[in-house]
């Protein structure tokens, strides 16, 4: 077994190519020998239950795993309980949709960390806790819930926060973006020593088994020492986090996580180039 590489959405080369609907993506994603696909429900979830099926039947079709990124207006920590109604509403939307396409995980960002951390982070919880009880009663506790790293201290996502979250419930478990925890660390993620140490903590907190197919986002970003500016492409020269020290930790710890590339615009072309570096790792282990 390999480590699946893909996209979130679809990029430029997708549309270029005269593709418009993402039923087409799969087989698109296929052609270019990736394995992932992260469907974009960031400005809410409007997708239908038939075409949510119909995506599901493709991605199996072109042995494709299916995740999907829920809306980005979910804010687990707030104190407003008609915007926690609203986030808890959008989860549970993005759950019933990842249910219809058979996509196993769905990936979120935890929320604000305005006020105390601890504070939002226990809110977070309980809330997360509140949501995942309601959908384990409609039947959808098949799904993974992955709330991710972020890039900025204004948001509840640190690595530890996220892994804190994920004590909430089995089928919590974390999505680590390398390019939100390079830009939060001011720029760490260029060797082996900083990628073994997340690593290291993500098996500490949530198991192996988690950790061999940990969900990964990873692309080129810019950073201010505020965090994440903005997500770059591999085209921009000169732009962190460095791919290769985790694919040669990936190969040799036997790990077979799902890399989604978020490049703006490129993540295909970026996707693949990740692949290419996983796969000479994978041959100079081999030799
Ligand atoms: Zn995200």
Same mark, same amino acid.
């Given at each position: %077994? ?8 679809? /990029?430029? +080369? ?9 039923? #087409? ?10 394995? +992932? ?11 239908? #239950? ?16 299916? $995740?999907?990124?829920?809306? !980005? !207006? ?11 109604? =609203? $986030?808890?509403?959008?989860?549970? =939307? ?22 105390? &951390? #601890?504070? +939002? ?15 384990? &009663? ?14 900025? !201290? ?34 760490? %993620?260029? @060797? ?33 020492? =505020?965090?994440?500016? *903005? ?33 703006? /615009?490129?993540? $295909?072309? @970026? ?6 570096? !996983? ?6 282990? *081999?030799?």
């Amino acid at each position: %077994m390999e480590a699946r590489f893909g996209t979130a959405g679809n /990029g430029d +080369a997708f549309y270029g190519a005269g593709h418009k609907s993402s039923l #087409e993506a799969p087989a698109w994603l296929r052609g270019l020998g990736l394995a +992932a696909y992260e469907y974009q429900c960031v400005r809410g979830v409007n997708i239908s #239950e038939r075409t949510a099926r119909a995506l599901g039947e493709r991605a199996v079709e072109n042995d494709i795993a299916l $995740s999907i990124h829920a809306p !980005y !207006y979910i804010n687990l920590a707030g104190e407003d309980p008609v915007l926690l109604a =609203k $986030s808890k509403n959008h989860l549970l =939307k993005s759950l019933r949709a990842a249910h219809w396409m058979g996509a196993t995980r769905v990936v979120f960002h935890p929320g604000s960390a305005k006020g105390s &951390r #601890e504070g +939002a982070l226990r809110r977070a919880q309980a809330v997360l806790g509140a949501t995942l009880d309601e959908a384990a &009663r409609e039947g959808l506790e098949g799904v993974w819930v992955l709330p991710e790293t972020l890039g900025r !201290y204004s948001y509840l996502g640190l690595l530890d926060e996220v892994l804190e979250l994920c004590r909430v419930a089995p089928n919590v478990v974390p999505c680590v973006d390398f390019g939100h925890v390079h830009a939060i660390t001011g720029g760490l %993620m260029t @060797d082996r020593e900083a990628y073994a140490a997340v690593l290291d903590r993500v098996e500490a907190a949530v198991g192996k088994d988690v950790l061999r197919t940990l969900h990964i986002h990873f692309s080129p970003v810019e950073f201010t020492e =505020k965090g994440e500016r *903005r997500h770059r492409t591999l085209a921009d020269a000169g732009f962190g986090p460095h791919f290769r020290p985790l694919a040669e930790l990936m190969v040799e710890r036997k790990l077979t996580p799902t890399i989604i590339c978020e490049s703006n /615009g490129t993540q $295909s072309e @970026d996707a693949c180039a990740y692949r290419d570096i !996983y796969r000479e790792a994978l041959r100079r282990q *081999r030799m």
